[in-house]
């Protein structure tokens, strides 16, 4: 297999937490070697900015950062990049001015087979020519400018976006040259430091994923296609828009108080309607109603002897806890039949499937950092565990279904130190569904991007056609829309999926308006449904 030699271009040794963590990464790597620290010198000074901008900026971010966890806190740290360097890795400082020396040569003496820019650098292309055999790696943050990551994820939290984009780039000659190599985006944080520590991690996992795909290159594997999510160009924010910004956010806060203080809750509820299509008329539907102190939310219908029963998440907000519930409908009514799991964590997406004339149910068990797989022993409220599909992993609303050779297993793996379940998917395939070795897709994660990487629930139709239904999330707002997508293609290296247009709440015509679940089965369609009280 081949090795790699890859070199790290910094502006400086002293760096924050999330330019250690692609060092580190690199430093434990089989497949690459971390042959350089390439580190560039403090140009001489430039204009420097008004003090009311620094001073209104620095405020915010001090101000911000006690808002975050430790491990977000860290990635802003900064420390000496040589404290730890390995031995092996050399160390090469490069002049500012391209004309002062030589020691541009000596980058092209290491051999490197790439050369990965991080950080606020200027543009070097006029001297990077000849440093890499496979040229020169950037990320870029928010459309700000390839160069810069100081103001990373401010715009699209000033400016209230569902998403904030990062992109990985492989440098040319110009602007105009460079290369798109990788485009995701995320969840946009309702804090700027919050949101920029997701913007580095993102592009930190990118990076990871490259390589790897470079490394780990499997003929006919074709990554998944990329969604084009740019917003225009922007410059530096300056004091005004950092004063905007606090008072945009202090507003924000205030309604989240005045909410809370209130107790207006965003209940769920479910939804059912009878119908041999995928949709009809949600206007139409019979509503499950919660009781006061609870939401249902997630249902899956499974039809028994031509009667629906529908499976969900029954969440009490006193003990913060979600159980599985089982209700039916007959005589024009829904009618509670008892809990069917009830365990120590939380519980939810009560995904249910049959194999083998067995009605088997994989909840969401993040709470128990697992994937689990209950086999039902008397229908529809005694289950028992099967088996543990997957341990030591945070995953979320787990879908598994036959199409083709395989079994397939689909859920929503956090590798962000538990940001977010909503950006990634995640493909793994068995030639059983009680398989306790999965097999991962060459592609991971297959879907990359937060409009529809989250599952929503499944129809499979008697003919093998299968749509998976995704959330679409909102800034500030958890399960905006769904949208229905039909897989076109799904082998053990590729997988394509025609995008479904999204399905907002709207026929609610109430604030905060919330739909993130569709299933259909059995003659029967199911969803769930939000608002303001």
């Not at 798109?180 to 580095?200: C, G, I, P």
């Given at each position: 297999?081949?090795?790699?030699?890859?070199?790290?271009?910094?502006?400086?040794?002293?760096?924050?937490?999330?330019?250690?963590?692609?060092?580190?990464?690199?430093?434990?790597?089989?497949?690459?070697?971390?042959?350089?620290?390439?580190?560039?010198?403090?140009?001489?000074?430039?204009?420097?900015?008004?003090?009311?901008?620094?001073?209104?900026?620095?405020?915010?971010?001090?101000?911000?950062?006690?808002?975050?966890?430790?491990?977000?806190?860290?990635?802003?740290?900064?420390?000496?990049?040589?404290?730890?360097?390995?031995?092996?890795?050399?160390?090469?400082?490069?002049?500012?001015?391209?004309d002062d020396g030589g020691r541009d040569d000596g980058v092209?003496?290491?051999?490197?087979?790439?050369?990965?820019?991080?950080?606020?650098?200027?543009?070097?292309?006029?001297?990077?020519?000849?440093?890499?055999?496979?040229?020169?790696?950037?990320?870029?943050y928010s459309d700000i400018a390839v160069s810069?990551?100081?103001?990373?994820?401010?715009?699209?939290?000033y400016q209230r976006a569902d998403h904030t984009t990062v992109k990985l780039w492989r440098m040319g000659g110009s602007a105009e040259e460079d290369a798109?190599?990788?485009?995701?985006?995320?969840?946009?944080?309702?804090?700027?430091?919050?949101?920029?520590?997701?913007?580095?991690s993102l592009g930190n996992f990118m990076i990871y994923d490259a390589l790897q795909a470079l490394a780990r290159a499997r003929p006919g594997a074709a990554p998944p296609g990329m969604q084009i999510m740019s917003g225009e160009r922007r410059?530096?924010?300056?004091?005004?828009?950092?004063?905007?910004?606090?008072?945009?956010?202090a507003w924000l806060m205030g309604d989240l108080i005045v909410r809370r203080v209130m107790k207006r809750n965003v209940r769920w509820r479910i939804g059912m309607f009878p119908s041999t299509r995928q949709q009809a008329v949600i206007s139409e539907a019979m509503v499950l109603q919660p009781p006061k102190g609870r939401f249902f939310a997630d249902p899956f219908v499974y039809t028994k002897d031509k009667n629906p029963y529908i499976f969900?998440?029954?969440?009490?907000?006193?003990?913060?806890?979600?159980?599985i519930s089982v209700a039916t409908y007959s005589d024009g009514a829904f009618r509670l039949l008892g809990t069917a799991l009830n365990l120590p964590y939380h519980l939810s997406f009560p995904y249910i499937f049959?194999?083998?004339?067995?009605?088997?149910?994989?909840?969401?068990?993040?709470?128990?950092?697992?994937?689990?797989?209950?086999?039902?022993?008397?229908?529809?409220l005694k289950w028992e565990l099967d088996l543990t599909l997957m341990t030591n992993i945070s995953a979320v609303d787990t879908i598994i279904f036959k199409r083709g050779e395989y079994w397939w297993l689909l859920t929503n793996i956090d590798r962000t130190d538990g940001q977010s379940h909503c950006d990634e998917l995640f493909a793994f395939f068995a030639d059983s569904p009680r398989s306790n070795?999965?097999?991962?897709?060459?592609?991971?994660?297959?879907?990359?991007?937060?409009?529809?990487?989250?599952?929503?629930?499944?129809?499979?139709?008697?003919?093998?056609?299968?749509?998976?239904?995704?959330?679409?999330?909102?800034?500030?707002?958890?399960?905006?829309?769904?949208?229905?997508?039909?897989?076109?293609e799904l082998s053990p290296s590729t997988y394509v999926e025609t995008d479904g247009e999204i399905h907002y709440a709207s026929f609610l015509r109430k604030r905060h308006a919330s739909m993130h679940h569709w299933h259909h089965q059995g003659g029967h369609t199911v969803f769930d449904f939000a608002y303001m009280e």
């Open positions: 297999m081949t090795t790699y030699r890859v070199g790290l271009l910094v502006d400086g040794t002293d760096q924050p937490g999330w330019i250690h963590d692609t060092a580190e990464w690199l430093a434990r790597s089989h497949d690459f070697d971390f042959s350089a620290l390439l580190v560039l010198e403090k140009a001489t000074a430039g204009p420097a900015p008004r003090l009311s901008a620094k001073a209104l900026f620095g405020t915010l971010s001090r101000l911000e950062s006690r808002l975050l966890p430790v491990r977000q806190r860290q990635m802003l740290t900064c420390h000496d990049m040589r404290d730890g360097l390995p031995p092996s890795t050399a160390l090469l400082t490069l002049p500012a001015d391209p092209a003496a290491l051999g490197l087979d790439l050369v990965i820019m991080l950080g606020g650098l200027p543009s070097l292309r006029a001297r990077m020519a000849d440093w890499a055999r496979l040229g020169v790696w950037q990320l870029s810069t990551s100081r103001y990373a994820g401010f715009w699209e939290v798109l190599l990788d485009q995701r985006s995320f969840n946009t944080e309702v804090f700027w430091l919050k949101n920029q520590t997701r913007a580095f410059d530096d924010p300056a004091e005004w828009d950092s004063a905007a910004y606090i008072a945009r956010q969900f998440e029954d969440y009490d907000f006193n003990s913060r806890k979600g159980t049959e194999y083998d004339g067995v009605a088997y149910m994989v909840p969401e068990t993040c709470g128990n950092r697992s994937i689990e797989l209950w086999k039902c022993t008397d229908f529809p070795h999965w097999t991962p897709h060459a592609c991971n994660p297959i879907v990359r991007n937060p409009m529809r990487a989250r599952n929503a629930g499944i129809v499979v139709s008697p003919g093998g056609e299968v749509i998976r239904c995704a959330q679409y999330q909102g800034f500030c707002h958890y399960g905006k829309g769904v949208s229905l997508n039909r897989i076109e």
